[in-house]
């Protein structure tokens, strides 16, 4: 047996049961080699939209997912989507093929490569430990919460493996919860002790610990709250604040910047989670929750770090025995939350013309028509606030945001990765018209998987965000702004049902598309008012 085949089998047996790629001659003899022992190998048409997808799919799946790609260009081409994943630090192997020989067209330092956006690097080197270190980089990556490179050199992966290097692969233990010192625990259940006002803000770290948080939470009175990665996770509680950060209601940035207690569980509490710190009140004290101790005020002061698994923390502090308080859950928050908690509860001005709809109308007018039970994906630009603030998500699930690296592009493969993953759900990909066109290859991967997608693109026929950034100070546009697309046609040449929408009747299609059988994705071409930036762009802008 062949070093690649070798591999590829033994990655399979160790449990990666999803592969993206791109093939091409170096990596064609380990892809197969998962094929044939029972791995699904999905085919994208770019190798920065497979990088992508499996990087939805590992978030969404929380297993780990693996991308296959060829030596030299085929890395290069994926580094995008491998840089948002490395940020991310999601659990992904990535498999590269890798030309050892300087003078090979194909050569380029791929180590080199992976560690500029992040990664950590892994290689066969030889046919009797080409087993065991394929395996010891799947447990890299699932044990750190690494996006590992996995160099394959060619001229090792043609070498026969002897037979006295097989050895038995069984997939790797789960990662151990890092259990919370006492002392920790103890601090913080003083901190709850004494907070009138507690805000939980529960982030990636806190995507599987809703049932503690929410135990605890109801036992101190806190208020809930999550990052944008960690959306949904709350989506049902009567006290739940919904997004913190430049996507908060009104009412949530109010009730967040009143608290006299935050504690992020398993979240950052970046700048934009906290509005470059404006949601912390100048008496508020601040709590981190995270398993990496590194993680611990890294972003902001804090005034006390807990590390540990967030899910075992929250219990231990639960299980201290506090007295049980009202908190923040008082008649008139819960008043305001249920008349003032949502966006769509918030007044505007529908600024919506004869030729152009108001993103904010179109973004609650498809949140009543899609089916709850949806997966949103949501890509960058100036029109990501109004998806991620209008569109609602059953549950954290519901929800994959790759905005680490804040690259527009992505949003499509995010959401086929996620759509893979919970094949249960509407899948429904949010995007503007500069990232739909930069992925508009990943349209026929989703017409060859069959998903009954809803592709929506915010189209202003510009990079929104540049042109409301830099055009009230009086500068040339002609470089960020495009005459009009047809995506309504680019869309029906690939296989998909279209619509272009001016106003609310042309919402019609979309609602018979839902009734209907389903049977082709759809694409809804929004061309959407433009006159200024989104609520949340100026803030963002400081931030860079």
Known sequence: MKVAEAVGRALTAAGVRQVFGVVGSGNFHV??????????????????????????????????????????????????????????????????????????NFYVDQEALARAVGAVTERVTSPASAVEQACGALRRALHERRTVVLNLPLDVQDLDVPDTAAIAVVPPPARAPVEPAASEVAALVTALARSRRPVFVAGRGARTAREALTALADHHGA??????????????????????????????AELIQDADLIVGWGCALTMWTMRHGRLIGPDATVVQVD???SALGAHREIHLG???????????????????????????????????????????????????????????????????????????????????????VPDEEGFCFTQAFQSIGLGLATTIGAALARPDRLPVAALGDGGALMGVAELETVRRLGL?????????????????????????????????????????????????????????????????????????????????????????????
């Open 31 to 104: 892809t197969n080699a998962m094929v044939a022992a029972g791995s699904r190998f999905v085919a994208a048409r770019h190798e920065g939209g497979a990088a992508t997808m499996a990087d939805a799919y590992a978030r969404v799946s929380g297993t780990v997912a693996a991308l296959s790609v060829h030596q030299g260009p085929g890395l290069t081409n994926a580094l995008t989507g491998v840089a948002e994943a490395a940020k991310s630090r999601t659990p992904l192997l990535v498999l590269a093929a890798e030309a050892t020989r300087p003078t090979s």
């Open 291 to 293: 398993d990496d101790a």
């Open 452 to 544: 009954p997608m809803v592709v929506i693109v915010y189209d202003d026929e510009a990079y929104g965000a540049e042109v409301h950034h830099f055009g009230p100070d009086g500068f040339p546009l002609d470089t960020v702004t495009f005459p009009p697309t047809d995506l309504a046609a680019v869309a029906s040449g690939h296989g998909f049902e279209a619509v272009t929408v001016r106003g609310r009747a042309d919402l019609k299609a979309v609602e018979d598309w839902v009734a209907g059988p389903r049977s082709s994705p759809l694409l809804v071409d929004a061309k959407v008012t433009r006159e200024h930036g989104a609520w949340w762009l100026e803030e963002a802008f400081r931030g860079h």
């Open 223 to 252: 208020l809930l709250a999550t990052s944008a990665v960690a959306h949904g996770l709350f989506h049902d509680d009567p006290w739940s604040l919904g997004i913190s950060g430049g996507f908060a209601t009104p009412l949530a």
């Open 306 to 392: 807990v590390t540990g698994d967030v899910a075992a923390t929250a219990r231990q502090a639960l299980d201290a025995g506090a007295e049980r308080r009202q908190g923040y859950r008082s008649a008139a928050v819960a008043r305001a939350l249920r008349t003032r908690g949502r966006w769509r509860d918030v007044p505007y001005d529908d600024e919506s013309t004869r030729d152009r709809i108001d993103p904010r109308t179109l973004s609650a007018a498809l949140d009543a028509v899609l089916p709850a039970e949806r997966i949103v994906g949501v890509d960058s630009g100036n029109f990501m606030g109004y998806p991620s603030a209008y569109l609602s």
